[in-house]
């Protein structure tokens, strides 16, 4: 019976340390939290720091693209003379995006925050179904689906980042009003619809890396341009 | 016509050519398509064989999507076989087909197409201006590495990001330390060796891109220093040296007593009569034979009259002269004058030892070692008398022996019991005892001599003498009756083994002999009277019986009432 009771005791002993251990890791992780809507009580980002937020989301999101894009080009076209005859055209060719420096520095903050806004938002169905098809192939493994799958929640989590931050610009004046028509995105994705389902796999991986680098350097351009000393 | 002749001249020409060895040339090769700021671009093509004849290249390309076919710009910004695009030509996040034609007059060749996007060809110029300065810490120096980006590269406008790498190296080593810098532009490096010189080489990459070549070698010095973990452990050293030495110097204080607890010292031999010069000399025979005690176990007579030391010689260590007379083993080497109550051998080394041999021990006098060498002259006389030459040391329980004059002979005689060696005494040294007291008795003007009294025996068998003074000098000349003549002359011996004396005149004596003697013998007469006791028993006291009051019997009486001085030797008769 004591040795029974000992038994007790040490295991009690041990499971409150390993919630105690739990626990101070979740509040620590917890410390700072997003504030979503303008919750009451949370930590608020300052511009920059929200910039760079959605500066590394972008960065990390065309990361996986261009892991899946090569992956793809491995698999199904080994030879680039085959890739030079596709006719590639994106979905997203008819958003005029600039295509230089003068040209996206010519741009307003506030056009270019629209560019920005578009391209992530034709993007987010067309992610969407890619990932379920890639899904139900056999040919692609885990590694890649499981790919497909975070870059398309990505496209979600950075459009809304990016909205954010206009919120944020529009409150602090920084740019004007205009911004919050495309917040709709039924707007938009009637006319792309029929010109997305038919390019293949592999074209939309091919667009998408591009536009993910698009959306990437323009950011980065809108805060150097908004916030100048902040490592630009 | 003219257009038959001009086939025909094609065709000609074409077969004279073939004919000569001439070819069209060989396919041209797009090695590679380079932006330095994203912002214009430079294609490189390498030419195939030329087929012999003078072959121009040109290169062509088409946009994403389109079908117009465009010629390169600018062949010669970039050099040799480059097509320079500037900016009004390039375009960011287009997909452009390039081809290379190489022409000659025989044909042309295609290069093979290659498709290129700018955003993915970037690679920047080497990071500008890389400066090294030494900067001084509180652990010691250490490197701040600082530079630019390229001149070209548009960071600021974020239009690009670069991302820096740095290496460093010592002077004369092979391998580099490379550290990824990030999109800082300062770098700082520790743990340097003093006094070397290093090398430190920069470059940086977009963040898609290709890496920079490495930026020209910076070399920087750093100065001699003193390195930190060095000081903590010279200063530990030295402590440890100190504390070292000062256990040394303690131990070397306390070096007796540590001697002894780690290695007490070995006790001489204690043996009677052991010779450990004989021994040295090799001669085992003579030192076991010494050991052999004559008279041990007694096998004469088991009177305990064997076992009388006859004389006890003293000699005084001012005295130059020494008599050692043949025979005389009874020699004493020297006296310990600080002979210590106790006898005991515990923890005392050899030389501690006051029953051995005197040579041993060279502390205190050179007087000692003279009157070794008496000793060794008393022993070189009586070489077949291998007894205690050197003599024990007469470690009687004496607490004085007056050393005033050179020679003194005391009588004592040991208790069986006594812990103290004596000398054994042989038939020989009997007759030597005789004659040197008659010796000491026939010489005339001897003033030396002086005699020293048995006082008593205590209870511990110590003989406490007392040296007889010329106190009362002055005497008439007129006779004490019964004034000790201390010695007996010996008539002759009776058939009952007694010793007959003979009274010897006073007056005879003083004549002879003067004042100073009969001083002597005064001086002995007026000593307290002692009895006499018997020889049988235990404790026979040879003492001066000169008394005035006692009525001694005549001269011819036993030999244990005789007057004066009775040898003790004529007892053992």
Known sequence: LPSSFLCVTVSAVWVGLVCLLFYSRLVRVGAAPICTNGQAGCHILSLADLFDRVIQHSARMHGISSDLHSEFEQYFFPSKNHIGRVNRICHTSTILTPNGKENAQRLAREELTEVILKLLVAWRDPLWHFQQSIAHHHDFNNFSSNKALEMSDMVHELRKGVEKVAEKMQMLGIISNSVNSLTSPEALIPSDRAEWRLMKDYVLLYCFRRDSNKVQNYLKILKCRIIPQHEC | VVVYLNLHSFLFFHVLSLCLGYSPPGKPKLTSCRSPEKETFTCWWEPGSDGGLPTTYALYYRKENSDAVYECPDYHTAGEN??????????IWVNYNITVVATNALGSNFSDPVDVDVVYIVQPHTPENVTVTVME???????????EPPRKAD???GWITLIYELRVKLEGEEEWEEHRAGQQKMFNIFSLRSGGMYLVQVRCKPDHGFWSEWSSTTYIKVPDYFPRETSVWILIAVFSAFIFFILTWILNLKSNSVKHCLLPPVPGPKIK??????????RSEEVFSAL?????????????????????EVYTPEEQELILEEGKDLQEGCLKSKGSPSDSDSGRG???SHTLLMEKCGEGEGKEEKHQERAQKGKRQQKHQTGWEEGDVSHTREDVLSPDMSEGRVKTWPSVFSPL??????????QGSLETARHGLQLPGFRSTEYVEVQRVNQEDMVILQPLFSSSC????????????????VKGVDSGNMLLLQREVEVKREEEDGDRYSCDIQDRVTESCYTTSTAASSQVTGKPTSCAGTAMPVQEEMVLAANGYVDAATMLL
């Open chain 2, 82 to 91: 480059s097509c320079f695009f500037n900016k009004n030509d390039t375009s």
């Open chain 2, 137 to 147: 810490d509180k652990d010691g120096p250490f490197l701040r590495v600082s530079w």
């Open chain 2, 155 to 157: 960071t600021r406008s």
């Open chain 2, 273 to 282: 009569g052991f010779d450990k010069q004989l021994l040295k000399n090799g």
């Open chain 2, 292 to 312: 052999v005690v004559p008279g041990f176990p007694p096998t004469t007579s088991s009177d305990c009259e064997d076992l009388l030391v006859e004389y006890l």
């Open chain 2, 350 to 352: 050899s030389c501690d």
């Open chain 2, 421 to 430: 060696p004596q000398y054994s005494s042989r038939p020989l040294d009997h």
């Open chain 2, 474 to 489: 002055q005497r008439d000349g007129h006779l004490q009756i019964g004034q000790g003549e201390d010695y007996s002359k």
